[in-house]
């Protein structure tokens, strides 16, 4: 089916440790972004895509990291992770239609211990 | 920067009651939407409004967005327990650019 898969759901890791969260979207779209979600905070943009290798930031991008070799994927590293970093990240897509919507992920639920 | 502001920022509501939550901006915008995010998914839209004044109904939903640009609400009728979860008014101009409100979050007793 169509649509935009995230993985792992679920992670737990450990303070200082690289993660790197996956997102796969089947419907071409050329704009992909990652948001993180925490109470009080809404949804913030960390950083987003225009086309396979064209990357740039968004809100709060320091300590992440991303690439897009593909229009298809665009994975987000935590290079270092830390407890500020605990959050549920959302991927999403857009497809630049000038009334296209954001379509988002399921997200995954990150926890830095 | 631009801000948008949604309210309530929570609600408990019995069941069958219509329920009302807005947004406001403090600059105009094109585009008004309106995610609801389930407990443990991510956010699913709901309605799009592209046009001042459109009123847009999506079964038992009904959203507006505000003839002065700058402000949206949204109506649930007759509530049910799977209305339970987290709203999101957004905004754009059209681009990629989204801003996000803080989100209602709902709570249907029985």
């Known amino acids: 089916d169509a649509g935009i898969t995230q993985s792992p759901r679920y992670k737990i890791t450990e303070t200082g440790r690289q993660v790197t969260l996956m997102c796969h979207q089947t419907?071409?779209?050329?704009?992909m972004f990652w948001y993180r979600q925490d109470l009080g905070h809404g949804l913030r943009l960390i950083y987003y895509?225009?086309?396979?290798?064209?990357?740039d930031k968004g809100e709060v991008p320091d300590g992440y990291v991303v690439s897009r070799s593909k229009t298809e994927n665009f994975p987000l590293t935590l290079e270092s992770a830390t407890r500020s970093q605990t959050s549920v990240y959302f991927c999403?897509?857009?497809?630049?239609?000038?009334?296209?919507?954001?379509?988002f992920g399921n997200g995954t639920r990150l926890t830095v211990t | 920067g631009q801000q948008l502001n949604q309210s309530p920022q929570s609600m408990f509501i019995q069941e069958g009651e219509d329920v009302s939550m807005n947004c406001t901006s403090s600059?105009?915008?094109?585009?008004w939407l309106w995610y609801k995010q389930d407990p443990g998914e991510g956010p699913v839209l709901l309605i799009a409004?592209?046009?001042?004044?459109e009123l847009t109904s999506n079964g038992r939903l009904t959203a507006q967005f505000g003839i002065t640009r700058k402000d949206s609400f949204l109506n649930i009728s007759a509530s049910i327990p799977s209305d339970v979860g987290i709203y999101f008014c957004?905004?754009?101009?059209?681009?990629?650019?989204?801003?996000f409100g803080t989100g209602t979050r709902l709570k249907v007793l029985a």
């Open positions: 419907w071409s779209h050329s704009y």
């Open positions: 895509s225009a086309a396979a290798d064209i990357t």
């Open positions: 600059s105009i915008f094109n585009t």
């Open positions: 999403a897509s857009w497809g630049t239609g000038v009334n296209s919507p954001l379509h």
């Open positions: 957004a905004l754009t101009s059209g681009t990629y650019k989204y801003i």
């Open positions: 409004l592209y046009k001042a004044g």
